[in-house]
T-cell receptor
Framework: GAVVSQHPSRVICKSGTSVKIECRSL??????MFWYRQFPKQSLMLMAT?????????EQGVEKDKFLINHASLTLSTLTVTSAHPEDSSFYIC?????????????FGPGTRLTVL | KQEVTQIPAALSVPEGENLVLNCSFT??????LQWFRQDPGKGLTSLLL?????REQTSGRLNASLDKSSGRSTLYIAASQPGDSATYLC????????????FGAGTRLAVHP
């Protein structure tokens, strides 16, 4: 149980285009999802916290107009990188919090590798 | 500032050794601590979750301990195998952190035959 999927797993796009990444909790409902960014050989940096039915909360330094997050249902959150540039190339990982139980454990998706040419 | 630090950054050992990976955090007021494994180019696999009220958790050859007062956690890997080669990440949810995981930089482990 507690499986999180991401789609696509890998995307290559031209500079200036927008890219949408989906994060789904497959067998549980997640009122809260998190989006992380990881540069090569570095750790994960939290970008934003996504709550179902409300606006996302962005971490300091993360441009909310650049990284649009929508959490339309209890099983789906999307991250849209708008007008992508080469510096946006990175590994994006989402997680979903298993709420309702005694421990709010997060389960992570497999990640999406974004390459902007 | 709430931070998580992992030592060592990299470790290379022969197969069969028992290993200790270290994690330290700056604020003893934590909600929980998790150890993850990440293979190259992949997502995270949760290994162990320790709640603030617990001292340790065990799963197979893995044992994680938590000492809140000193701000430390250790991940013990018994009888290491080449398949254990990966990056191990420690992450903390600090009290009042609203489920936000703060990650350490990780320890890159290589176990050679």
């Amino acid at each position: 149980g507690a499986v999180v999927s991401q789609h696509p797993s890998r995307v290559i796009c031209k500079s200036g285009t927008s890219v949408k990444i989906e994060c789904r909790s497959l067998d549980f409902q997640a009122t809260t999802m998190f989006w992380y960014r990881q540069f090569p050989k570095q750790s994960l940096m939290l970008m934003a916290t996504s709550n179902e039915g409300s606006k996302a909360t962005y971490e300091q330094g993360v441009e909310k107009d650049k990284f649009l997050i929508n959490h339309a249902s209890l099983t789906l959150s999307t991250l849209t990188v708008t007008s992508a540039h080469p510096e946006d190339s990175s590994f994006y990982i989402c997680s979903a919090a298993l709420v309702g139980g005694p421990y709010n454990e997060q389960f992570f998706g497999p990640g999406t590798r974004l390459t902007v040419l | 500032k709430q931070e998580v630090t992992q030592i060592p950054a990299a470790l290379s050992v022969p197969e069969g050794e028992n290993l200790v990976l270290n994690c330290s955090f700056t604020d003893s007021a934590i909600y929980n601590l998790q150890w993850f494994r990440q293979d190259p180019g992949k997502g995270l696999t949760s290994l162990l979750l320790i709640q603030s009220s617990q001292r340790e958790q065990t799963s197979g050859r893995l044992n994680a301990s938590l000492d809140k007062s000193s701000g430390r956690s250790t991940l013990y890997i018994a009888a290491s195998q080449p398949g254990d080669s990966a990056t191990y990440l420690c992450a903390v949810v600090f009290s009042g952190g609203y489920n936000k995981l703060i990650f350490g930089a990780g320890t890159r482990l290589a176990v050679h035959p």
